[in-house]
């Protein structure tokens, strides 16, 4: 199928439910598609559920293996383990739980008001018992509030009806998750968007057992397969706005700073919530752009100086304002973040600019906006663009990286040579291991790093925690700082002892940094740690994908020899007996290696 037939992510979400099957089975696999197998668990019906997945993987570019259990299956398929879940040895399981289970065993129950806790540990339970077994990615469905209403407006108060039981078993199951590493698809939210009288169907209940009505599936998976892929490495890591009735009301360049509704008028209030809406996405570390047809000075001087703006100059991390085409200007923000296409989403309320970008770039996000922007924040929650883990140090920081990499760049014009550049920044290197602090970001980096990943192997947090541990490992982290400021953790490297050989199992860095010898001094501290290892080689593997081009050539630029080929994985080794530490001007700092 073309790509530029194939629906956006965002679309998935609003397709009628026969129409995102039928456009799945259209789908051919490729060579070299990424594939996933996922279990399926639930104690409500899951046929549909389990085709709407498979065919929302595939328009995203993925190829699902989907083992779904028998109906009701949940404890028996997890406590067995010799049952077909463990066989299948899943990537992904999924526990489909439905507040419809739930209403005869609340019925029966003599002990209401302990109910709540003993379902939550149940699950909890159940958490445990796959983590002991596998090191799948766990996903959790929370509970649909009931429309159930015995007392009226007190309902949620008494603690002995099944509304208050089951908020308190989805609050007591999202306090358990953050812990046992579990993800939590918010069915409650999805339900209530589109309506519960609707969502929970007592027909379709009773005659299928289906949780939900079919037509509301689609929107429901969709956000599964978020919660999926944020840890493939997908996700929106910067949002591309238009600014003339998009961010505020009226057009700068004909009506004037001074006549932009923003807050003052029943309008302008919209443009104002929405603004603070991105400010939201912002402070989680998503990254804001701004990409309008206008004249440059005249937007900063809106961004600076309107006194009702929510949003500044300095909230931005790009800002290309001119009366150029706007796919010209896409990619110059592109090249300024050095992010791929697909990392990005363009909210523009003109339709000829939307379809232009939509077609010059179809991994980009670009969804239909409402004409009316009270409408916006309620579209953006729909289609859920922002799926995320919790935001890293390093996430909350991105914005001062790219600002003080303005500054780096107007130092660096001043200089004709790159180590006169690098001694002018002073430059420091913080070699650290996996420890509490720096782990969370060395699993971003792992999960999400595409462009410099020689291997593109995905490590769980567990996998890294066991890595850390282990004597024949040597696992770091690079930290990088200049005296324009932090740059956080930059890069991570795996190396595994195997016999002499020193394996890079893993080598990521941020393409932030590139161009300035930070390539040169990894390399040097892995040629060190081999050592320590006891090594005399080190070996590198490109495994090639559509994404990591730019590291193609990085091992013979670093005086690795080809070692051979294994199919279109590229061996490399450096004999490190000859290899000579060159001088560069960073300040290395490193903790004395323990014995």
Not at 152 to 166: D, F, I, M
Not at 269 to 288: D, H, N, P, Y
Request: charged content about 25%; proline content about 4%; glycine content about 6%.
């Amino acid at each position: 199928m073309d790509l530029l037939n194939l629906p956006q992510a965002w679309e998935l979400a609003d397709l009628p439910f026969h129409r995102l099957i039928s456009l799945g089975r259209r789908i051919e696999r490729k060579d070299g598609q990424p594939n996933l197998r996922i279990a399926l668990l639930g104690d409500a019906a899951t046929q549909h559920y389990g085709q709407a997945l498979a065919a929302t993987l595939k328009l995203r570019g993925w190829w699902p293996e989907i083992y779904e259990a028998e109906f009701d299956m949940i404890r028996q398929e997890i406590l067995n383990p010799a049952s077909e879940l463990y066989r299948f040895d899943p990537e992904v399981v999924i526990l489909l739980t439905a507040t419809q289970a739930l209403y005869h065993r609340f019925a029966r129950s003599a002990e209401k008001a302990a109910f709540a806790d003993s379902v939550s540990s149940e699950i909890v339970e159940l958490w445990k018992r796959v983590r002991s077994r596998s090191n799948a990615i766990l996903i959790q469905h929370n509970f649909v509030v009931p429309l159930n209403r015995p007392f009226g407006n007190r309902t949620a108060s008494e603690r002995e009806t099944l509304t208050s039981t089951v908020t308190r078993i989805n609050q007591s199951l999202l306090d358990a998750a953050s812990e046992q590493g579990v993800k939590i698809v918010d069915t409650e939210f999805q339900a209530s968007y589109h309506g519960k009288r609707h969502w929970l169907d007592e027909r379709l209940w009773c005659q299928a057992k289906q949780a939900l009505s079919p037509s509301f599936i689609p929107s429901l998976v969709k956000n599964v397969s978020d919660t999926i892929l944020v840890e493939r490495g997908a996700g929106i890591k910067c949002v591309i706005v238009d600014l003339d009735n998009t961010m505020w009301g009226g057009i700068l360049a004909e009506d004037g700073a001074d006549r932009l509704e923003i807050g003052q008028t029943e309008l302008g209030l919209a443009f104002q919530r929405f603004q603070i809406a991105l400010l939201e996405l912002k402070s989680r570390g998503v990254l804001l752009a701004v990409c309008s047809k206008n004249d440059q000075a005249n937007v900063a001087d809106v961004l600076k100086n309107h006194p009702d703006m929510i949003l500044r100059w300095d909230d931005f991390a790009a800002v290309v304002a001119n009366f150029g085409d706007k796919a010209s200007n896409i990619l110059a923000i592109r090249e300024k973040l050095n992010l791929g296409l697909d990392s990005f989403v363009f909210l523009d309320d003109t339709a000829f600019e939307r379809s232009l970008i939509r077609t010059a770039f179809p991994a980009m996000q670009v969804p239909e906006l409402s004409t009316d922007p009270a409408d916006f924040i309620s579209d953006l929650a729909r289609w859920n663009l922002f799926e995320g883990r919790s935001a890293t140090a390093e996430d909350l920081a991105r914005l001062a990286y790219y600002q003080a990499d303005d500054q780096r760049q107007t130092i660096r014009e001043k200089f004709h040579g790159l180590d006169d550049f690098i001694a002018e920044l002073g430059m420091e290197a913080h070699i650290l291991p996996f420890d509490s602090y720096a782990l969370p970001r060395v699993l971003q980096l792992v999960q999400r790093s595409n462009q410099f990943n020689l291997t593109t192997i995905r490590h769980s947090e567990a996998d890294l925690r066991q890595l850390a541990a282990d004597r024949d490992v040597a696992a770091f982290c690079i930290r990088l700082a200049d005296r324009l400021g932090d740059n956080g953790i930059i890069a991570t490297v795996i190396l595994r002892k195997s016999g002499s050989d020193a394996i890079v199992d893993t080598w990521i860095m941020s393409c932030r940094v590139l161009g300035r010898r930070v390539e040169d001094l990894t390399v040097q501290v892995m040629a060190e740690k081999a050592r320590q290892l006891g090594c005399h080689r080190l070996v590198g593997r490109y495994i090639p994908t559509t994404k990591n081009g730019i590291v193609e050539n990085l091992y013979p630029q670093q005086g690795f020899a080809a070692a051979g080929e294994e199919g279109t994985t590229r061996v490399y080794s450096l004999d490190l007996g000859q290899y000579r530490r060159e001088s560069i001007p960073i300040i290395i700092h490193e903790p004395e290696p323990q014995t």
